[in-house]
């Protein structure tokens, strides 16, 4: 089943499903908790559709795919190399997100996204899925001119609306192994690969970064981007999807 988070039209922040066949978002829940009653269903454009989780931290991996790593000039790393997002980079489906001025070179970056269900600590590989939400997509928009200027990548990775998601929340059974991540910019295809194109697995990734840090219910993980990373421009519409979650979409401004 694939899970929405949208504010419905009296402005209340809701949960419940998206049934793409017939076009209807249903409220597993109304606000307060009561149980969703028959006329708690919408279309898409009847509500805002948000992030579907509101995350403490987006930890985020470079360099995941060899081809992204050769095109960056970078060499393949020997464990994930990890940076973080704070919560006010996420973005929403559909939102018209303001770039950065005066900026030479701000790219796109589709990426798998894997929400967390549990905090967790020093979770093993074998254990890993356990802790996993669900998947979604996300856009990792990188800030190119101060990201190759600092070390920690604040100012190139952190700014705000950085890491537009959604809009749906797939369970891991949903998305298959090999599944297809394609991003398009104007309609035309950017970059396509799948997630067997991981240099390191999902279950490593958890287990590397709870070695470090806590990981609470909500927060997300970012695969990493496959090759063909590009700048944007004032205008651009981006879709970011992947197989078995959807499609994310959202455009750029640059003031």
């Not at 504010?7 to 017939?22: F, K, L, Y």
């Not at 307060?32 to 805002?48: M, N, W």
Request: glycine share 8%; proline share 7%; net charge negative.
């Amino acid at each position: 089943m694939h899970r929405v988070r949208f504010r419905d039209p009296n402005g209340d922040v809701r949960t419940g499903s998206w049934d793409a066949a017939e076009n209807r978002i249903t409220a597993s829940a109304g606000p307060g908790g009561r149980l969703s009653v028959s006329d708690d269903s919408y279309t898409p454009a009847e509500v805002d559709v948000l992030a579907p989780t509101d995350p403490s931290k987006i930890v985020c991996v470079g360099l995941n795919y060899r081809g992204h790593a050769e095109e960056q000039d970078k060499e393949i790393p020997d464990r994930p190399l990890l940076f973080l997002k704070g919560p006010n980079t996420v973005a929403s489906h559909n939102q018209t997100v303001e770039l950065l001025p005066d900026k030479e070179r701000i790219d796109y970056e589709a990426e798998l996204g894997v929400v967390i269900d549990t905090q967790c600590r020093n979770v093993a590989e074998a254990d890993a899925m356990d802790v996993v939400r669900g998947f979604t997509c996300v856009d990792d928009i990188s800030n190119r001119d101060d990201q190759r200027a600092e070390q920690n990548w604040v100012r190139g990775k952190a700014f705000d609306n950085a890491a537009p998601m959604g809009p749906l929340l797939a369970s891991p059974d949903e998305v298959p192994d090999d599944a297809t991540i394609e991003l398009r910019v104007n309609g035309e295809r950017r970059q396509h690969s799948s997630r067997e194109e991981f240099i390191f697995s999902i279950p490593e990734l958890i287990e590397e970064i709870t070695t470090y840090m806590t990981l609470e219910p909500g927060d997300v993980i970012s695969t990493g981007t496959p090759a063909g990373v590009g700048p944007l421009a004032d205008g651009d519409r981006v879709a970011v999807e992947i197989e078995g979650i959807g499609t994310l979409s959202h455009s750029v401004t640059i003031p």
